[in-house]
């Protein structure tokens, strides 16, 4: 398989099943640098599915993945080193502060990084200053989240996966998040984010692959995203697979 | 990566209020434990001082009476003579023999509560001594005391327990493991590091405080037993660091680990231990102590119809003891007939020996299905509360009853052959034990094996292989997964 | 409700094969128990029916002989275990079974049958008493500790509250069906107490007391899981208050109550009744006797006496030292009850502490009931070195020679046919263990309502 030297993530022809129940059948797709790419697809799709293959905690059953040169289920260690990942619920300590856990989880990266850059880089990301000395318990979701995108930009990952980033946040927070999004895809990392927000997705996404048990249905481009109803054409991929 | 691991843990830990109750739980045991363990062997001592103040007060008492007893003209009841042979022999000899506690005693009382530590010796039935006992609650008896081994074998392994089931579990269930390994963390160093300093914070405090209490307050405690001590709690303590690390790589949720533990704790240290015992009962049983009795006061009355029989049998057994020119006193007859008694007990005496030896090698076998059996025997054997100790104290009592026995034998029939026992002038009999120090005493000098750690060094072993097979099962966490995502 | 719930339940834990499991296992132990227990149980009896008959025999064919010299031959008795002792041996192992009477010694009770044992023993025994009062709780913790928390955590409780379902009634439903569930493996206790026993006060209230621990632990497991936000949360306070009140206060409780009610050494006790007793008082007490008898009957000498003077200073004897006996084994014993008072007064801090001193006191083989017996041995002593020194006293001096008695004598002393109280006679004793149950029952019920108040805040969020 030939990698461009502009993609850096690459699924292809990725298969899983679990029991009777085909996940994945079959799918494809490719994230290049400094492009976010939006994965839409109804409940049981498969998007979950995908992104566990790609940080290497599920086999997939044949196909290939690719990031940055690595295949996660050769070289999972190298290929984690790779990738940024935020959740749909921040995993962070509780009883530990904002900074503390960015620290911890960055210098277990061996991100050697002074205390000072440490909260610049809360700062980008928007943490309100009072907030980083206190313990994460109190924090509110949109909070969480900012600590996770500090964890992630402190990585410098080459390849970042979001799962339902916007789920939960109010519109103000969602639109923090959709500009450090944009900010990080223009510094060329590549983001694939598997989302609902159909909105967030037409926002910010260069591309879209909308996929549906398990397999890609559809991608659409730049342009045709801005100019179609995406909702409709969401909605006629999945619907037209509904058996009733 | 190890100083970044323990330091963000301990954190972690410390915020959560759980550890600090904890570590004050450890601490508290340690010294309770310690205190009542210590209270405990300390009140043996003074039974035993006092009892030798007594018999050293009898024996200079009845130095300084010696000259009043040889110039009286009263009439003296040689039962109630302190200066009689018979009378000391039958009723008034204060002479005890004792088994002090070791310094280590504290550890663990074992069975040092309900089996006879000292015993008043008389010329009778060995039978009628060796059955004496100081008189306690059996509650207290039956409940057991607040010891340090009782921490050890129930408690240590509850706290470690508390802390640890939810290591790597609680990450995994939340996500943090996720979101650590793709931070390129080792997920064995993860664990290790997690259940090693939690187990620190645990028995640590618990080791720290009872090692020192044993050094300040156990005059003659040596730097040996201090570390099989030691070497015991941390082997015990390894097995459930093991078995801990076991249920969470079975990567099941934090309540399941929980209910998983709890029931092998419940296992090893309650369930198993008392089927043990039940078992032993069942199938090896002591004979009846009431057909004991029974067959007792069978031998006695034999004996005592058997009169002449008896003292010609005794004769036979102590040729310098008979005197063809005079009958027998009354003394050597009732000595006679104590030994003919004892002879004919020789082979129920010997049906509870061996029945008790059959339990110790079915106990010293299966000891080994539970640690908490394991730990409990090395404890008590180091604190030399076991039966081991027991049973050469016991042999020692034997041997010290037989050498009164034979001495009072002898002076009795040297007494009679002298006519010492007929009626003087003004008194029923002469002074025949002017001097109490000839009486034999008892040596508590009496050894036993050291403590053999070769049961623990075992346990350790099979811990360290537990703990071995978990990691394994540990790293198949963070691997891709076929069936489904672990993390 | 209850049987939907119970169904409910019965569905979801035999999907999770967890209950089958436990009540399985629950289930063989106690089986387990029982028989060994019952073994035990037929041993003793046998061997203690055999054996006071022996003695009795024995005694009986002592032969001819003087009555001072039956005193020093004396007998021994021994205690019947009583039906419920079947099911809780309570202290039998740890306070002898065996009595020794003579003349002018009051013996302790011999032969605990704990000094045959190995170290393992401290482990305790496979007892249906231990599985009931140690284990029992447990399973009621893990059948029952996620009952509501894990509904919680599920958000099947706002569910079920937000479908107009009364939080009391869910409370009251879950904590009957674990109640239900757990007296399942309390019937072949009642089989066995109804095989063995006949229907009074004691078996009642053995049954009785075990149903309300039960319950208890179902109300407080219940009340736990209904407040604890996680039902890992509430596992951990539910298995601590189960150690807490099972293993470590039972034995605090015990060493604090020997710690403020010391009783003296055996070796001290002892002494003490070497230096008390048999002493110069009691020599003048005699000659002082003597010289009251002389002159009451004026005369001189002792031969003049119109009976044995032998047997009658053998009673005065005998009477001074019973005197001094009873002061320093009341002494002893008066502590000994305290010890017994203080650790039962710590069960309104244990409902295990409650429950054990019940059971014992009801299955009559606690302490209360053992000094029941000593008391009633020591009666039986008393009698026979009366009657015997009496004899004498009132028949020697009408023979030429050393007087000796025979089987008409002896047969005068009644055998030993000791019967355990009845449970009114005693109940003054065990009163503040059922108090302490009630306060405990008083205490969860208290904390039902605040438990019913958290839910009711639940369906409101």
Redesign the interface.
Known sequence: MTIQSDVVITINNLKKQFGDYQALNGLSFTVNKGEILALLGPNGAGKTTTINCLLGFLKPDSGDINIAGIDPQQDVITARQKIAYIPEQVALYPRLTGIENLIYFSKMAKIEKTEHEFKALLQFVGLPEHAFYKQVSSYSKGMRQKVGIAIALAKNAQALILDEPTSGLDPSASHEFSHLLKKLASQGVAILMATHDLFRAQEDAHRVAIINQGQLVDTLGFEKIKQVQLESVYLEHIRGAVTC | ?IT?LLS?EL??LW??KLIACVVVISCACAS?AFF?GF?HSQ?QH??IQ??KI?QAMAIDKAAAGLEKRLSTTKDVKWWQDQYDLRGQAFYLMVN?ASKPPLPTSPIAT??SD???Y?F?MLIKEKQHIV????????????????DLS?VII??LP?LII?VCF?ALSQ?RQ????????????NIKTLINMQILLRAILVVGPFLLISVLLLITQQIGITISQIAAYVLIVISYTIFWLAISVWVISKGNT??NN??KL??IW?AFV??L??????S???LY??P???????EL??SS?EAKKTAEKTLAAFFQDHPELANQNKPADFALKKIASINAIEKSMVSLDQE?EQA?KT??IF?DSF?FLSP??LA??QL?SLAG???LRHHAFMKNVEQHHNALQVFFSREIAKANENNDFSPCAGCSAHATLKNLNTIPQFSDKFSTEATSLWGILALLIISLGIWLYSQKQIVRI?????????? | MLTLALKKEWVDDKRQGQLTWLLGIAALLLLVACLSSWQSHSRYVADQQAVSQSERARWLNQGDKGPHSAAHYGTYVMKPTSSLALLDAGLQDYQGNVIRLEAHVRNNALFRPIQDTLSVARFGQLSPAFVLQVLLPLFVILVGYGLVATEREQGTLKQLLAMGINPARLFFTKTFMLFTITSVLLIPVALCILLFNTLELRTGLFFGVYLIYVFIWCLLTIAISSLANTARKALIILLSLWAFTSLLLPKLAISYATAVHPVISGQAFQSRIESDVYTQEREQAIAKFKQQTLAHYKVSTTAELPFNWGGAQLQFGEQYADKKFDLLFSERNSQLKSQSNSYQQLGILSPFIALQTLSMGLAATDFTHHLHFSAAAEKQRRLIQETLNFNQRDNAHKTTGHYKAGIELWQRIPKFNYQHPTFSSLYQQYIPSFLNLFVWLVGLTLLCAFTLKKLKLEEQR
């Open positions: 990566m970044l963000t954190k972690n915020r959560e309770i009542s209270n009140q003074q039974v006092q009892a007594e005890y074992g069975q309900v089996l006879p000292f008043k059955h004496q006992y100081d008189y306690q609650h059996p509650l207290k008896l039956m409940l057991g005391q607040f009782f129930y408690i509850l508390a939810n990450e939340h996500g943090q493991l996720r979101l650590m390994l793709l931070q390129g963390a934090v309540a929980a209910a709890m029931t419940l309650i369930v231990p008392a089927a043990i015992n039940t032993i009962n069942q049983p002591t009846s102590r009431l057909h004991y009795l029974d006061r069978h009355d509870f008790k339990q110790q106990a000891k908490a059996t409990q025997a008590v509360n076991d039966l963070a691997e891709p997964q076929q069936a489904g995502v672990l993390v």
